[in-house]
C-alpha cells in the first residue's frame, strides 16, 4: 500500500466512511476490525465495570488530536492503538472491543440510528449508561466542532495551540451537557447521538464524497486518480449539511423527549425538558453557524 494512501484510509475511510456506514447498516466496525482476532485467545478476566467507555473516550481524544492537531503523528497512534487494544482483548475478552475500543464504541453509538435494525428511536432509549458514556459522546460532538472552529479566521487571529482549542470544544460540550442534565447524568446522553450523526454528516460529505474516490484509489494501487467531484457542487453540499444537522436536532429532541417523561415527575414533564431543548438549539445553531463560517 502507498504511504501516501494511510492517511485517506484512516481519516477519510475508517473514521468517516465507517461512520456513515453504521447510521445506514449498523456497528459494522465490529465486524471489519481486524483488532477482534485478539479476543479468540483470551484469559477471560472480567472487564471493571468502573472503567465503563473511558478508555474508549481517551482513545478518541487521543485519535481527534492526531487528525486535528498533529497528523504525522499517525504511525505511532496506530502502533499503540493496536497494542493496547490486542493486550485488552487477550486479557478481558470481546468485551474490552465493545466498551473500551474508541472506533467499535463511536461506531456502536451511531449504528443504534440503522433505520435497518429497527426503531432507532427505541435503539437509542436502549443505549446502555456506563461510567464515561457522555465523554465519549462529547469527545464525538466537540472534536467535528473544533474541526470547523479551526479553519474560521476568527481561531486564526487568536493563535491559540490548536491542541488547547481541541481540549476545550470537547469540554464546552461535556459541561454544558452536565449543567443541563445535572440531575440524570448520563441518562440523557444518548439524545445527544442524533446530533454527532447530523453533524459529521455535514461536516465531512463533500470531504467522504471526493476524498473518498482518491482513497479507494490509493488502496487499488492508483496515484493519478482525478476525482469526480459532482457530488461537492456547493447546492448540494449547503443542502446536505443544512438537512443533516436539522435532522439530527429533530431526532435529538424526539429521543430525549421519550426518556424525560420517564425520568421526571408528571408535574415537570414539561419544565423539566427546557434546559436539555435549550442545549439542543444551542448545539443546532452552532453547528450551522459553525458550518457556513468555514
Avoid at 97 to 122: H, I, Q, W, Y
Avoid at 183 to 201: D, K, M, N, R, T
Avoid at 251 to 270: E, G, M, N, Q, Y
Wanted: include cysteine.
Amino acid at each position: 500500500m502507498p504511504a501516501q494512501a494511510w492517511p485517506h484510509l484512516v481519516f477519510v475511510l475508517l473514521w468517516v466512511g465507517v461512520a456513515v456506514l453504521s447510521m445506514l447498516f449498523g456497528p459494522v466496525w465490529r465486524v471489519l476490525n481486524p483488532l477482534r482476532l485478539a479476543a479468540r485467545v483470551t484469559l477471560g478476566r472480567t472487564y471493571p465495570e468502573r472503567l465503563g467507555h473511558w478508555p474508549a473516550a481517551l482513545g478518541l481524544l487521543a485519535f481527534t488530536w492526531v487528525e486535528l492537531v498533529e497528523p504525522d503523528a499517525l504511525p505511532w497512534f496506530l502502533v499503540v492503538y493496536a497494542v493496547v487494544n490486542v493486550a485488552g482483548g487477550v486479557v478481558f475478552g470481546r468485551t474490552w472491543f465493545e466498551r473500551a475500543d474508541g472506533f467499535e464504541v463511536s461506531s456502536t453509538l451511531l449504528g443504534r440510528l440503522s433505520p435497518l435494525r429497527g426503531n432507532p428511536f427505541r435503539a437509542l432509549v436502549a443505549t446502555p449508561v456506563r461510567p464515561g458514556l457522555v465523554a465519549v459522546v462529547a469527545v464525538l460532538l466537540g472534536a467535528t466542532a473544533f474541526d470547523s472552529i479551526g479553519s474560521t479566521p476568527t481561531w486564526e487571529r487568536l493563535t491559540a495551540p490548536d491542541w488547547v482549542g481541541l481540549v476545550a470544544t470537547v469540554a464546552l460540550v461535556a459541561g454544558s451537557y452536565l449543567l443541563a442534565c445535572r440531575s440524570f447524568g448520563g441518562q440523557l446522553a444518548h439524545s445527544l447521538i442524533p446530533i454527532v450523526a447530523g453533524y459529521v454528516v455535514a461536516h465531512y460529505f463533500s470531504l467522504l464524497a471526493v476524498e473518498g474516490q482518491r482513497g479507494i484509489a490509493l488502496l487499488l494501487g492508483v496515484t493519478d486518480f482525478a476525482p469526480n467531484t459532482a457530488l461537492a457542487a456547493p447546492v448540494l453540499v449547503a443542502s446536505v449539511q443544512v438537512g443533516a444537522v436539522l435532522a439530527g436536532h429533530l431526532l435529538a429532541v424526539v429521543s430525549a423527549h421519550d426518556r424525560t417523561l420517564r425520568l421526571f415527575p408528571p408535574r415537570k414533564h414539561l419544565t423539566g425538558q427546557v434546559p436539555l431543548l435549550v442545549l439542543m438549539v444551542g448545539y443546532t445553531s452552532g453547528g450551522l453557524a459553525l458550518l457556513f463560517a468555514s
